[in-house]
């Protein structure tokens, strides 16, 4: 409607939207691309923002993410002096824990800066192994590194519920609070399966409630009380609507940890706005790396339909991992404000941004100074960033190179025989290769087209040398099928009640004493009935409440639990 295509919406194909065939939402597609045409991106910002519900963000590069307002306001950026480049604008801490902020640690150190004052305090003082660390809580190893932490997890889509389902890898238990009214039900249903997804749902116990309700609000309060840990990802205004705001839950629970995931902050102008995966990913430039230096078209390029469709494709697929990213970041939020909560043994809130998140996943590029060199862009083709860091074609197939530092450039030089290129004043050093770049790419390219990839992957992993062969899987498959995703348990088949066997992700990080816990996906609503008997609920209550749809269950024929 904002953007004057609202008469759409009464068409049949397209009324049901999200909910409408993948052929009519290419269809739509197209059409809100055509609209687009008709203003500059500033112009329809505006719109936008006056708007204040509509997700939308011009793509920025790392450095031009520092000057978004929402960044400035929020503190997602913060200076240090750097005694060899001046003031440098850099990363805040990755979460915000209100009560025991961290802070920034100052300009890093020079190679070996600390070597003496290091090596006199071992002299010193023999080195304590325990120095620092906590005293143990007792001397029983926990079976998972995270036994006995319960998570309330409110969040919604991927980004919060994901870092909950690492988590629950890790041992935790993660109850899942979801809506009644099912508006986001299907979204969060794999696309295979009749089931809840399997990535965000992995591991939880599930409970569909009526927050709107008071009844609906006394469950949520119960399952507070018992709770370590409350997540969620509601704009302002909403937590405390619904009675989940940090005041209420301390009252309850002066002990729970209260974790909030947004997109922009809490502060300034786009703290209401709403934000979903691609967002954060335009605002701090990963895409606009991702995509290379043929991508995006200059603005005075005039394009027909398919040359846009086909440009926006690149931008999605170079903006792949936002959500993902913000999770980790979710994930790590939460296990330090446990470890907070250690020492006072209160909570605290603690909130996590997905534009926070995303300048960490680009922490190489994501700082300035005065006289910055620029940023590093893969070459139009999207192959690498330099003839010794790209993909390249071989007699059969495709290897990607990553000879980084010189010893390791004089060792391949030497493994495929070419001692001249070593000798040759263009390549001999890395300002002379850099300045040269596009001629040893050629000299490299006729190098690898004598062989296939395996060979090539064979002869210089045996020297030593990183060099893979690229092109044998698409990445599902590779989790699937490959020995080495096998070996490293990568993937982990696990046998869900309803649907039978299926591979699901495996862990993101190993313990040797306490090994993660890898379940299966729950149904929306799966526990709904044995949660309420936990915190006091007799059946026949259950069933009155359900009568009046303040909670639901999931159906036992298809793995609802009595």
């Known amino acids: 409607k904002a953007i004057g295509l609202g008469h759409l919406l009464e068409d049949e194909r397209f009324k049901n939207v999200p909910s409408i065939t993948l052929e009519n939402r290419e269809l739509l597609r197209r059409e809100i691309l055509k609209k687009q045409l008709e203003k500059t991106a500033d112009e329809w910002m505006e719109i936008y923002l006056q708007d204040g519900n509509i997700a939308a ?8 993410a520092m000057n978004h307002p929402a960044v400035i306001f929020n ?75 319960t998570i309330l997890d409110l969040a919604t889509i991927q980004a919060g519920p994901y870092g909950a389902s690492l988590l629950a890898d890790l ?35 599930c409970i569909k409630v009526d927050l709107q309700t008071a009844e609906g609000k006394e469950i949520v309060h119960k399952l507070i009380a018992k709770a370590d840990i409350l997540l969620h990802n509601y704009r302002p205004g909403v937590p405390e609507r619904l009675k989940v705001d940090w005041e209420t839950c301390r009252k309850i629970n002066p002990r729970l940890v209260h974790v909030w995931m947004g997109t922009y902050g809490e502060n300034g102008i786009h703290a209401r706005r709403p934000g979903a995966h691609p967002i954060p990913g335009a605002v701090m430039g990963g895409p606009m790396r991702q995509m290379g230096r043929g991508m995006p078209p200059p603005p ?26 913000t ?3 979710v994930a790590t939020g939460i296990i330090l404000g446990l470890r907070a909560r250690d020492i006072p043994g209160s909570g605290q809130p603690v909130h996590v941004t997905m534009l926070n998140a995303n300048a960490w996943t680009n922490a190489d590029e ?56 070593q000798a040759d004043h263009r390549f001999s050093t890395r300002e002379a290769r850099q300045t040269n770049d596009e001629a040893l790419i050629t000299e490299i390219s006729g190098i690898f087209a004598g062989r296939t990839a395996t060979e090539w992957e064979e002869l210089l992993i045996q020297a030593d040398i990183g060099c893979v062969r690229a092109d044998e899987a698409l990445e599902g498959e590779f989790y699937a099928d490959h020995p080495h995703a096998k070996a490293n348990a990568l993937s982990i088949e696990v046998e869900h009640p309803f649907i039978g066997k299926y591979l699901r992700y495996g862990g993101l990080v190993e313990f040797s004493l306490t090994p993660g816990l890898y379940r299966t996906s729950s149904q929306i609503g799966q526990q709904t009935k044995p949660l309420l008997r936990e915190i006091g609920y007799d059946d026949q209550r259950i069933e009155d409440l359900g009568t009046r749809g303040i909670v639901q269950w999931a159906d036992p024929a298809v793995g609802g639990e009595p």
Not at 84 to 110: N, Y
Not at 118 to 127: A, E, F, I, S
Not at 188 to 202: E, G, K, L, W
Not at 410 to 415: H, P, Y
């Open 366 to 421: 994501y700082y300035d100074y005065a006289n910055r060199p620029p940023i590093a862009m893969p070459d139009e083709e999207i192959h690498g960033l330099h003839a010794l860091y790209r993909l390249y074609p071989c007699r059969e197939g495709w290897v990607f190179l990553g000879c980084l530092f010189q010893d390791e450039w004089e060792t391949f030089c030497r493994t495929v025989q070419r001692e001249d290129l």
């Open 75 to 149: 503190g997602t950026v913060v200076t240090i002096d750097d005694p060899r480049v001046g003031p440098m604008r850099t990363m805040a801490p990755l979460v915000d824990l209100k009560e025991t902020p961290g802070e920034p640690s100052g300009p890093a150190p020079d190679v070996g800066q600390h070597n003496a004052e290091v090596l006199g305090r071992l002299r010193q003082r023999p080195m304590d192994k325990t120095a620092g660390l906590p005293e143990a809580h007792g001397a029983t190893v926990p079976a998972h590194p995270l036994s006995g932490v």
């Open 327 to 329: 999770s980790a970041a």
């Open 57 to 64: 963000e011009p793509y920025r590069n790392s450095i031009q």
């Open 171 to 205: 041992g935790s238990r993660v109850i899942k609070v979801d809506a009644t009214d099912g508006r986001l039900d299907e979204g969060r249903r794999s696309t295979a399966q009749a089931v809840a997804d399997p990535r965000t749902y992995a591991g939880k116990e």
């Open 300 to 325: 005075e390029q005039v394009m027909d339909i398919e040359e846009i469709v086909e440009a926006t494709r690149w931008l999605m697929r170079s903006n792949w991992g936002p959500d993902q990213n």
